[in-house]
């Protein structure tokens, strides 16, 4: 099973808006709406920002959406805050057969 | 509030087994609805699965590593562990341990702190 492909860096300027994209396959992320986000700061546990491609959990500011079509899946982030800097991995559930999970290579995000 | 805490040598000898231990509190393993599972980051990369275990003991397991885990469970401990056999640099990682939400949902939350194992003679 391939890990997802996402870019290796983005960066913005605090109040823009970003996008990062997940990319999969038919396997994964095209045939399941079981796509989650996670942002993980230097040294920190990664913590859930996104799950089922677009609920967000309590707690998580509104400025983090997902969104997914076909085989990629995409966060965006609005209003850019200094705090956001960090990197961020998607999962995607891989069924097929059997029962695995895929996640993304990961993603810097740079807040300029 | 739910944690859970990994703990293990932090160095481990190429051949050998790697094992670590999960410990859940603030909340029962029994709980159902929820797999636990294993995940990790080699230094500067990516996350990877390692595999998910329910209170039962069913188990789920990345197929690239399938032939050398094995997770298992003790409720009476609230604990569940991770055994990776024949080791390499290659499995040198910080491995994290996180309650895993399945069916309809899917997501991994809370994760542990997460412990570094190196695997070097």
């Known amino acids: 099973q391939s890990a997802l492909t996402q870019p290796a860096s983005v960066s913005g300027s605090p109040g823009q808006s970003i996008t990062i994209s997940c990319t999969g396959t038919s396997s994964d992320v095209g045939s399941y709406n079981l796509v989650s986000w996670y942002q993980q700061h230097p040294g920190k546990a990664p913590k859930l920002m996104i799950y089922e491609v677009s609920k967000r959990p309590s707690g998580v500011s509104n400025r983090f959406s997902g969104s997914k079509s076909g085989n990629t899946a995409s966060l965006t982030i609005s209003g850019l805050q200094a705090e956001d800097e960090a990197d961020y991995y998607c999962c995607s559930y891989a069924g097929s057969s059997t029962p695995n999970w895929v996640f993304g290579g990961g993603t810097k995000l740079t807040v300029l | 509030q739910l944690q859970l805490q990994e703990s293990g040598p932090g160095l481990v000898k190429p051949s050998e087994t790697l094992s670590l231990t999960c410990t859940v509190s603030?909340?029962?393993?029994?709980?159902?609805?929820?797999?636990w599972g294993w995940i990790r980051q080699p230094p500067g990369k990516g996350l990877e699965w390692i595999g998910s275990?329910?209170?039962?003991?069913?188990?789920y397991y990345n197929p690239s590593l399938k032939s050398r885990v094995t997770i298992s469970v003790d409720t009476s401990k609230n604990q569940f562990s991770l055994k990776l056999s024949s080791v390499t640099a290659a499995d040198t990682a910080v491995y994290y341990c996180?309650?895993?939400?399945?069916?309809?949902?899917?997501?991994?939350?809370?994760w542990g702190q997460g412990t570094l194992v190196t695997v070097s003679s």
């Open positions: 275990i329910y209170y039962s003991g069913s188990t």
């Open positions: 996180a309650r895993h939400r399945l069916r309809p949902t899917d997501w991994f939350d809370p």
């Open positions: 603030g909340g029962s393993i029994s709980s159902s609805s929820y797999y």
